[in-house]
C-alpha cells in the first residue's frame, strides 16, 4: 500500500460563518501521503463530500496508484475514469503526487510547470460574517492585508459595509455565497459600488446561470462565480454570464484540473482567482504554486486556524511568497 491518510481538525481563531451556514468552530481536513508526497483535502458537505467520503474514496484510489507514479496525467486520468466526483479526495491525491515529483527531481511545484514564483499576486484576508462591530474589529486586526473579502448574503449586509468603511479604506471584494436574488443582487451591487467594494463573488444560486447574466449586464462591478463553476468543463456555459470565475482545488480535483481550468477561462476572456477553503498552509501552499498565473488570489485558509502543522506559502503583508524547496516545499512545525 502507498497511499495512508489521516484526518484532522483545524480549530478556526475566530468562528467562522457565511451565509449559508451555521458558525464554524473547526474543520476537518484529510492529509494524504503517497511515497513521501502529501497531500490535504478539506471537503465540504455543499459538494458533497465529507472527511469520511474522502478517506473512503483515497482508500478506492489505491490500484490506480500502483504503476508509475510519475505519470501524474495518467495517473489522474484512470482515477477520474473510475470513480466519479469526489474532488476533495481527487485533489489531495494530485497534490500529493505533485508533491512526491517534485521532491524526486528536486524542485518545487511552480518550476514543474515553468511558472515564475515573482509573479505572484496579493492575497485578500477573508471577513467572515457577524455583527457589523465584530467585523469591524477583524478588519482592524487585518492591518498587514491590503486587500478584504468580506462575506455577505444578510438582511444588514449595507449596515455592515457602512461599519467597515468607517475604519478601512481597503480595496473590498464581496462574496454572497448565493444568498441573493438576481434582482437584488443588482441593487445591491450598486450601493456596494459606492462603498467602494470592487468585485462580488457568487450573488445568486449556482445553478441560475440566466440570474447571473442579469446581475452582470444590470450592474457596474465584475461578477465572479464560485459556487458555479466546479471544473473546466462547467466554463463554457458560464461565459457572458459572469466576469470570472473563482477556482479551488477541492471543487475541483486538483492542480491539473486548475491549470486546465485556468487556461480555458483565458481562451474565453475570463478573469481568474483562486481561492480556498479553510485549510492548513500544505492545502493553500499548493494552490499558491499556481497564482502566478491568476489575477485574484484568496489564499487565506491557513491564516484563520490556530493548529497549522505546517510552515508553506508564507506573504509580506499580503504578496504571497512561495517556498523555494521541493516539491510544494511545506515544513512540518512539530
Ligand atoms: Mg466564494
Sequence with gaps: ?????????????????????????????????????????????????TVQTVAKAVEDCSSALEGDLDHIQDVMQEIESKLEGNYAAKSAIDMALHDRLGKQLGVPVYKLWGLNPHRTPYTSFT???????????????????????????????????????RVTDKPIYVDANTAWTPKEAVQKTGQLAE???????????????????????????????????????????????????????????????????????????????????????????????????????????NLLISNDSYIGVTNENGKLILPNRPGIGVLTTT
Design 195 to 301: 462603498y467602494g467594494v470592487e468585485l462580488v463573488e457568487q450573488p445568486t444560486k449556482p445553478d441560475d446561470i440566466e440570474g447571473l447574466k442579469y446581475v452582470r449586464e444590470n450592474s457596474e462591478l465584475p461578477i465572479i462565480a464560485d459556487e458555479s463553476v466546479k471544473r473546466a468543463s462547467d466554463i463554457p456555459a458560464l461565459v457572458g454570464a459572469v466576469d470570472g470565475i473563482n477556482i479551488k482545488l477541492v471543487k475541483c480535483g486538483g492542480i491539473l484540473e486548475a491549470l486546465r481550468m485556468i487556461h480555458v477561462a483565458r481562451a474565453h476572456g475570463l478573469l481568474v482567482m483562486l481561492g480556498c477553503m479553510i485549510e492548513s498552509s500544505l492545502g493553500i501552499t499548493a494552490a499558491a504554486h499556481l497564482t502566478p498565473l491568476v489575477d485574484y488570489a484568496d489564499l487565506d485558509g
Design 127 to 165: 471577513i467572515g460574517l457577524d455583527e457589523p462591530t465584530v467585523m469591524a474589529e477583524k478588519v482592524r486586526q487585518a492591518e498587514e492585508y491590503p486587500i478584504l473579502k468580506v462575506k455577505l448574503g444578510t438582511s444588514r449586509d449595507i449596515e455592515i459595509l457602512q461599519t467597515l468603511r
Design 1 to 49: 500500500m502507498r497511499v495512508s491518510s489521516k484526518i484532522t481538525r483545524l480549530h478556526l481563531k475566530h468562528p467562522f460563518k457565511i451565509s449559508r451556514r451555521e458558525t464554524d468552530a473547526y474543520r476537518e481536513v484529510v492529509s494524504v501521503e503517497i511515497d513521501g508526497g502529501i497531500g490535504e483535502a478539506s471537503p465540504a458537505k455543499f459538494y458533497g463530500e
